[in-house]
DNA sequence: CTGTTTATGTTATATTATAACAATCTCTGT
DNA sequence: ACAGAGATTGTTATAATATAACATAAACAG
């Protein structure tokens, strides 16, 4: 097994410095959005904000109840094109499983990412295991099929609530 | 690369007996629910060989729309219901990011599957590669974390279709 | 044949997402 | 400054996906 590099985002501990990782997030969304030549208005930086806030998956119309109480006007396509956004300059990924959304812990390098779904707390870890992710596009392409995207969602118990039912 | 004994569902070719792959799913369903004590009911059995019939991704509301025609009481339930239980008996698969459900090509023996998905015409190959449940499942271990189900979804280009735009 | 469990019917509603068009903002060239 | 073009957001409506809750009926165990 290669060493830990593949991990870009691990399980959090409780007391771990939330507003640095948000912070840091925006910092790094402000960078690749200038790099790309992106717009990121004021409404997509809030609504990456709030993404990351949760530093779990997030539904949308959750981030809309969220908006609505600083933005009387908010409609869920107010939200749709946000994430929509965020997504086309890969500031987040969509988690399929759940019809969710969490800010991507490395935005500055393209990769597909592999996820950790804790069904007890909803926490995710992010990975990028090359290894993977390669064998599964090898896989692909001996069969004559051309990959484009790769969905890789695991769910199951994070450290934490393993120990539990 | 190992052989192709990992491909549980290779893309079809146009021609092939269509009617067979139905029959032989239906036929490997009932010994299925016979080795496991499970009820495989007229409906439930009919929302399995309608799932087979279109041989790719079938969303709920269109095996809906068919039922009806044949039973003029079909409701979401209804379907949702069926679909529910051949998902617990493992006779289908849901597909994540389509929304959508296809037969399983191998009922007989647990696997999560890993799906290729063309973007073009919607067709599905079912792969069941060992050596990447594997090391997915030993990525998330050496984490902690306690592996329960894998979600592995290819969207990209079948052979006949990768010719095309 | 009777109570219990399993399956289906039925109505209503929750959740997720997009279409379509209007208004406004931003930026560019003059 | 101003006009035009393109991008962004507002607004209304509706499509698509899924489940809750309770009623009825079928299967089957004692």
Same mark, same amino acid.
């Given at each position: 097994m290669a060493p830990n590099d593949a991990v870009l985002a691990p399980f959090r501990k409780q007391g771990h410095d939330h507003g640095k990782c948000v912070r840091d997030a925006l910092t790094a969304a402000e960078q690749v959005c200038a790099r790309e030549g992106a717009s990121l208005t004021p409404l997509r930086r809030r609504v990456l904000e709030l993404v990351w806030g949760a530093h779990a998956p997030v539904r949308a119309y959750d981030l809309l109840d969220t908006l609505r109480g600083e933005r %009387? %006007? =908010? =409609?869920p396509p107010t939200i749709y094109r946000a994430l929509d956004f965020l997504l086309s300059v890969r500031l987040i990924h969509r988690i399929e499983s759940l019809n969710a959304f969490v800010g991507c812990a490395d935005p500055k390098h393209s990769h597909g990412g592999q996820f950790l779904i804790c069904d007890g707390c909803g926490a995710v870890a992010e990975l990028d295991d090359p290894t993977i992710a390669r064998r599964v596009a090898d896989r692909a392409r001996a069969l004559g099929f051309t990959p484009r995207r790769q969905t890789i969602e695991i769910s199951g118990r994070c450290p934490d609530c393993a120990a539990d039912g």
């Open positions: %009387r %006007r =908010a =409609a």
